[in-house]
């Protein structure tokens, strides 16, 4: 005798307040917005980026119905706790279940649910994106902890008048909203979670965006019809005809799995891989910016050394390694992401006011300022490891400090 038994749940999202694909709004505004600590000093080439705490009250000063946030810790709380007083409604989707500024949100009639990420993936819920009125929304690295505004370089996107795209990320919040208090992620989903756009159907919009659409990881947390984090960047690398500029905290090709009690490491080429290939055999010139900084495991200089060897025999061929979100096999296979590919139509009047032709810029300046060093050809990568340490610690205050230095290999 035999008793099998099959469960599938269908998450539904919350109410869309009437916004389809069809009614949707494609006039979006996409702004970089940027946090640079006070004691980094940058040139400021051209026109200055909008600040970080700048974009976030922005959009909460537009805020009439509602706000959903997936991020962690406590920056703008108070702006937070006043939502109330206006009649805002506030969800937040985190995995921090003893968070003394959650409660009092919650006490103030903010909703709160909470992810059980070791449940699912043993991973950490790293997304950080808010989503204002199912129309204007923001997607970058800072999370909500004081240092992103204080001791942090960050980067990322505010985009207003999108409800399209704001849709769509609405439904990924929504995806996590649902996973609240379970430990399975169920077999049956409901359009209310699925992609509205992906990598080979791009939201058109009606400014100088030819194609935009979200990607997430890890691969579980994906609904149907959503592009995978490691697919997005694979196609932007694929399709790249000249240059491809990387700036990433950690570059580390490696998963960690547990089995049987026991760690085990391997190689991870998804990346890795399409990087070599653009250099070698497309002769795509290549930057990449890695931050040093506590935690930059050692392996890293291995791997990036490996990189640079590539070009030493092959004629026209450039790969140059000097310095945000963490390319890790780990992070992209366990942790929750959000990333937004834009791809521009092209056009010479807007040469420049692009947010590609921005992101260009903030990348040459980074890589252009005194703290980016590039890597040497050591065999000694343990030594200048411990080297390169002992000399960032100067800069470092007394108080806990992890922003993301750009002193560089």
């Known amino acids: 005798m035999a008793v099998l038994i099959f469960s599938s749940v269908d998450i539904w999202g919350d109410d869309e307040d009437g916004i389809t694909e069809e009614n949707c709004s494609r006039d979006c505004q996409i702004v970089l917005v940027e946090n640079i600590p006070e004691d980094l000093s940058l040139p400021l080439d051209g026109r200055p980026h909008l600040p970080l705490s700048l974009g976030f009250n922005t959009l909460l000063d537009q805020a009439k119905h509602s706000v959903e946030v997936v991020s962690p810790g406590q920056l703008l709380f108070q702006r937070l706790l006043s939502l109330k007083s206006r009649g805002v409604k506030l969800k937040i989707a985190s995995s921090l279940t003893n968070s003394a500024e959650l409660k009092t949100l919650a006490a103030h009639n903010a909703e709160i649910h909470f992810v059980n990420m070791t449940a699912f993936t043993r991973g950490g819920l790293h997304s950080s994106f808010w989503v204002v009125d199912r129309k204007h929304i923001y997607i970058g690295s800072a999370d909500m902890d004081w240092r992103s505004l204080s001791k942090r ?86 399709n790249a005809k000249t240059f491809i500029f990387i700036s990433v905290t950690d570059y580390l090709p490696l998963v960690s799995r547990s089995f049987r009690g026991t760690s085990v490491t391997r190689y991870w080429s998804a990346i890795d891989e399409v990087i070599r290939e653009a250099v070698v055999l497309r002769g795509v010139r290549v930057r990449l910016l890695i931050s040093f900084w506590k935690k930059t495991h050692p392996l890293t200089f291995n791997f990036v050394s490996s990189l640079k060897s590539l070009c030493m025999q092959l004629p026209n061929c450039s790969i140059e390694v000097v310095r945000n ?54 065999k000694d990568q343990q030594g200048k490891y411990r080297n390169l340490k002992q000399g960032k610690m100067h800069m470092e205050s007394k108080e806990e400090n992890k922003w993301n230095n750009p002193l560089s290999l």
């Not at 100088?208 to 609904?223: N, Q, V, W």
Request: charged content about 25%; overall charge positive.
């Open 153 to 238: 370089k960050e980067l990322g996107v505010v985009v207003y008048n999108c409800s399209c795209l704001a849709l769509d990320l609405h439904r990924v919040f929504s995806f996590y909203w649902q996973l609240h208090e379970r430990d399975y992620i169920p077999s049956i989903w409901s359009k209310r979670v699925t992609a509205i756009y992906g990598r080979h159907d791009a939201l058109a919009t009606t400014q100088r965006h030819r194609g935009c659409c979200l990607c997430t990881s890890p691969e579980l947390f994906c609904a149907r019809d959503r592009t995978r984090d490691v697919d997005a960047i694979h196609q932007v690398i694929q």
């Open 325 to 378: 979100h963490d390319w890790v096999g780990s992070d992209l296979a366990i942790n929750t992401g959000v990333g937004l590919v834009v791809k521009m139509k092209n056009s010479l009047e807007d040469r420049g006011a692009t947010i590609l032709e921005q992101l260009k810029a903030a990348f040459e300046r980074d890589w252009k300022s005194r703290y980016a060093k590039n890597l040497l050809g050591n």
